[in-house]
């Protein structure tokens, strides 16, 4: 059993449990069991209001990039500073705090004073976010976003200035499988635990997600969005007026930090063994639109099934394919529903020039020799748990 430990919450542990493979975080997050929140602005329609309130959670820590500041949140400060509006920067470490709140007060008696005055109150925001660097090993980015969003006044914005790879705290991809999350079901277990951040009526700005420096491993675009869904669907559920990304330049430095944080694995490439089992995530490049079978990338899943047909071809094994899901919906259609995937993967194979009569196929649904429990005590459904529940199993036999 792995558990996350979550700050701020007396310290204790939820548990949750590990268990054998994947689902998606993509465009069509999840598996087909839960509906993908809202809240995201890829149109850049979201944008904080300039009269209101602006908090900064700032990453400043070893595993990430060296934080900037980009030029429409420098334009945030400005307007929060002029009508004299709080600015306060919170720091991501595994014991988040505030840093510094800067309360202006902007009575010059001319236009030339009144510009001086909030150009100093935002220089001290900014001269903070330049020199930070953490107090604790580890990093929690949602106890970080949590105190910024109970400590911003309705109508501001809260701008998060990291990578998104957490490794300590409620959400933490130390944890096995976190990357394979559904983002919804994450977000929904935290708000069963009434562990989301206090956003409602505020903006959100995520800079950066994603973007890694030593030791962390670099994410390539798929881990990417995996991070930035994850984080949206968080926000979204904690009832954000809107969310949006924003793109930092590539290639920066990384943070100067002297407080330890954990290295986190990445899900390894699929390799298929020549006599035994292999699993095939959902959110891998064999992973399935929600609630269909229906492959999510058809040409990404011929290229993971080269291997597999190589070898069907090249011998006399046979291969039975055993469809998975979570314990979600009836045990008749979970059942329905991944016979349906293993045909699907089926059919790639014999595309690929293997003898149909070589291919068996079985759905086991919700139960069966690779599921493992996914619901907790409450009858609540473990998000990691389910995205391991989630998957393709290959059984290779061996040539006789």
Request: net charge neutral; proline share 6%; charged share 20%.
């Amino acid at each position: 059993m792995t558990s996350l430990r979550t700050r701020g919450d007396g310290g204790r542990l939820l548990h949750i449990v590990v268990a054998a493979t994947a689902a998606t975080l993509l465009t069509a997050c999840g598996s087909g069991d839960t509906p993908t929140p809202g809240g995201g602005a890829p149109d850049g329609s979201c944008t904080g209001a300039a009269d209101k309130p602006v908090s900064l959670v700032v990453g400043a820590r070893m595993g990430s990039k060296q934080p900037t500041i980009p030029g429409e949140v420098k334009t945030l400060l400005d307007g929060a500073a002029e009508n004299q509006q709080g600015l306060q920067v919170f720091r991501v470490d595994g014991e988040p705090s505030r840093a510094i709140k800067v309360s202006p007060v902007i009575d010059g008696k001319n236009p030339s004073q009144r510009r001086q005055q909030v150009a100093a109150a935002v220089k001290q925001v900014t001269s903070v976010v330049t020199d930070l660097g953490p107090k604790k090993p580890e990093a929690d980015v949602l106890s970080a976003l949590s105190q910024a969003g109970r400590l911003t006044d309705d109508g501001g914005t809260v701008v998060v200035m990291d990578s998104g790879l957490a490794t300590s705290g409620a959400v933490s991809f130390l944890t096995t499988g976190m990357f394979d999350a559904d983002p919804g079901e994450v977000a929904e277990f935290l708000a069963s635990k009434q562990l989301l951040p206090a956003l409602r009526g505020k903006t959100v700005l995520l800079v950066g997600l994603g973007e890694t420096a030593e030791p962390q491993p670099a994410l390539d675009g798929n881990l990417k969005l995996r991070v930035t869904a994850l984080w949206e669907a968080i926000v979204a559920k904690a009832g954000a007026t809107c969310s949006r990304v924003v793109e930092v330049a590539p290639g920066r430095d990384a943070a100067k930090a002297d407080q330890p944080v954990s290295a986190v694995a990445l899900p390894k490439p699929v390799v298929f063994e020549p006599c035994g089992t292999t699993v095939l995530a959902d959110s891998g490049a064999v992973g399935f639109r929600p609630n269909t079978a229906q492959l999510r990338d058809e040409a990404a899943a011929r290229t993971t099934l080269t291997e597999l047909s190589t070898l069907l071809t090249g011998g006399s094994q046979r291969v039975t394919l055993v469809g998975n899901t979570a314990t979600h919906g009836t045990p008749e259609a979970s059942v329905t529903l991944s016979r349906q995937r293993a045909e699907a993967v089926k059919a790639l194979l014999v595309q690929a020039g293997v003898a149909a009569d070589r291919i068996s196929t079985v759905g086991d649904g919700q139960t069966g020799k690779y599921h493992k429990p996914d619901l907790g005590p409450n009858g609540a459904l473990d998000p990691v748990a389910a995205a391991q529940n989630r998957s393709v199993v290959v059984e290779l036999s061996c040539a006789r």
